[in-house]
């Protein structure tokens, strides 16, 4: 008896599940070329967030030890919140060069919500990946909402 009530239980469950709305993505990646010295205009859209571009920024590091530490390569992406509501989000970008090997890799965020209209510049340095990175000829931008 208590199978049988185990067995219909699930059975609905699996019914609702079916039923239900599917839930919004909540990641959204493009993958594409790497622009290296000039703004790439790009349009990658997550709910009201959108991307416009990035900016590859290589400081020059002569004479130093360590080229790529602190202020080491970075990408500076603009993101518009063209929504009706405040979003929260994350950033990925990921780095390859011609043989599809990851050379590069780092994250951004914004500090609270980005309002509807508004518009940000993130930073998404290149810290702890980031050696070969001039070597990259590609890139993967993720953009998550964080809700």
């Known amino acids: 008896m208590a199978a049988r009530r185990m067995i219909a239980l699930i059975g609905t469950m699996l019914l609702a599940a079916q039923l ?19 703004i790439a205009r790009v349009s ?4 009201g967030l959108v991307i416009h571009g990035y900016r590859f920024v290589r400081p020059a590091r002569i004479m130093q030890k360590n080229p790529f530490g602190d202020g080491g390569p970075s990408l500076q992406v603009d993101i518009a919140n063209e929504g009706t509501t405040p ?9 390859f060069d ?4 990851l050379v590069g ?11 509807p209209g508004e ?8 810290k702890d990946v980031n050696q070969d990175a001039h070597l990259a000829t590609s890139l993967q931008i993720s953009l998550e909402l964080k809700r």
């Open 20 to 38: 239900s709305p599917p839930l919004p993505a909540q990641i959204r990646s493009a993958r594409g070329p790497l622009v290296k010295d000039e």
């Open 44 to 47: 990658l859209k997550n709910a």
């Open 87 to 95: 979003e929260d989000f994350g950033l990925v970008v990921a780095l």
């Open 98 to 101: 011609r043989e599809g090997r």
């Open 105 to 115: 890799a780092g994250t951004g965020d914004h500090t609270g919500k980005l309002d």
């Open 119 to 126: 518009t940000v510049q993130v930073k998404v340095p290149f």
